[in-house]
């Protein structure tokens, strides 16, 4: 029996607006990355060419919204068609749902002129479960589902399993929340859609599930130890969700050996979140510090970075102002000063700062959401340079 390699990517979410994720990128910068994210077909196309799979499997979120531009579905089909004779499955998620009137309806493409799938590719359109036979591989079956509406299904989809197939290779599709996922991106309580468990999982029994959703590479193992299946994650950072390396997975499934994953590197560049004590530094110190820092988060000319620095500089040291020359070392920079000023003092009532500083904490601590505590700590820290006789700089805009 040969050996089985997969490719398998998920989540490319093309089309994102990359709006509104706290990383206050220029216009310029957001056109040149919304580009790159919109290139993950063209990507997966040249990794393919490397990897040289018997099947591509595509678990979901391939586009971001319904309303994703005609011509770049046009650039996924394309490339998909230039993947042939390679087999490609997708198990539409619930941003890329298969619902009428949608991308995946023949009808629709046809009445405005779009190109119909190629032939090379299937797509899994039912909410239940179905087993296909892979072309040209008859010990291999891909088993999938599809979402055909955006909404939240609590429903467990390996609660019970679909019946594994006697194929040797049987391959799972799966769009869906892992309960134990740990990623930046963790739904927290409602977000969770198609919940399973690695035990669910690793009873269902298949040779190897691929599986979308999160965005965050994870492999899930068997009890044994094992990789029963893994999220690939999205291969395009977006924003602070998405942080590090970017990757599509080859995957190499060899009769009762343990399945072999291997990444493959999936973006040009790579989103960091990063965090410096100020320890009581000065402007040299804080700089040194934060070179240091994002040598050791990997950080290439190519990156986006958001450096927040907390604790206490040296007094009278404004932490953003002496970190700006760091701009010109990555792409985009984002500063964040979430320093607080530990003057002899701070909060002594018989004095103008103090009295302001008092005030200000208990506001703090009564504050009801996020956004008004931001608020507050802004106000405090602008009031209390302005009490100190120093000019108080507003900080760059933030998205709160
Ligand atoms: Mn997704």
Redesign the pocket.
């Known amino acids: 029996m040969a050996p089985l390699v997969v490719l398998q990517s998920s989540?490319w979410?093309v089309g994102s607006a990359l709006s509104g994720r706290g990383l206050g990128l220029t216009e310029e910068f957001r056109a040149k990355r919304r580009e790159e994210v919109d290139s993950a077909p063209e990507r997966l196309l040249a990794a393919s060419r490397e990897v040289r799979p018997d099947v591509v499997l595509l678990p979901?979120?391939l586009w971001d919204a319904e309303n994703v531009p005609p011509a770049l579905f046009r650039r996924l089909v394309e490339a998909f068609a230039a993947l042939a004779p390679v087999p490609v499955f997708v198990a539409p998620?619930n941003?890329d749902f298969a619902g009428p009137g949608g991308f995946f309806d023949e009808a629709f493409l046809a009445a405005l002129g779009l190109p119909a799938w190629p032939g090379n590719v299937t797509v899994f359109r039912r909410a239940s479960w179905e087993t296909l036979p892979v072309p040209g591989r008859d010990d291999t079956t891909v088993t999938g589902r599809a979402f055909l509406s955006p909404l939240l299904e609590a429903g467990r989809p390996l609660d019970p399993p679909p019946a594994r197939p006697l194929a040797p290779y049987a391959l799972l599709m799966l769009h869906g929340s892992l309960e134990s996922y740990r990623g930046p991106d963790a739904p927290t309580g409602p977000k969770r859609t198609a919940p399973f468990s690695r035990a669910e999982l690793s009873g269902a029994g298949f040779s190897w599930a691929a599986l979308?959703?999160h965005?965050a590479f994870e492999v899930v193992e068997r009890l044994d130890g094992s990789a029963a299946g893994a999220y690939s994650g999205?291969p395009t950072g977006r924003g602070l969700d998405e942080t590090g390396p970017r990757c599509f997975l080859r995957v190499t499934l060899d009769a009762g050996a343990p399945p072999k994953i291997e990444t493959l590197v999936s973006d040009c560049r790579q989103v960091l979140d990063v965090s410096l004590e100020a320890g009581g530094r000065d402007a040299d110190g804080l700089r040194e510090a934060a070179l240091a820092l994002l040598l050791e988060a990997g950080a290439t000319p190519g990156d986006v970075v958001r450096l927040t620095v907390r604790g206490s500089p040296a007094g009278g040291t404004r932490a953003i102002h002496a970190l700006t020359d760091l701009k010109g070392l990555v792409a985009h920079l984002v500063l964040r000063d979430r320093t607080v000023n530990e003057s002899e003092g701070r909060t002594d009532p018989s004095t103008a700062e103090g009295r302001f500083t008092l005030d200000l904490e208990a506001r703090l601590a009564a504050a009801p959401d996020a956004r008004s505590r931001r608020v507050i700590e802004m106000a405090c820290a602008l009031g209390r340079e302005a009490l100190l006789g120093r000019l108080p700089v507003p900080p760059p805009a933030e998205d709160v």
């Open positions: 989540d979410h979901g979120d998620g941003h979308g959703h965005h999205s």
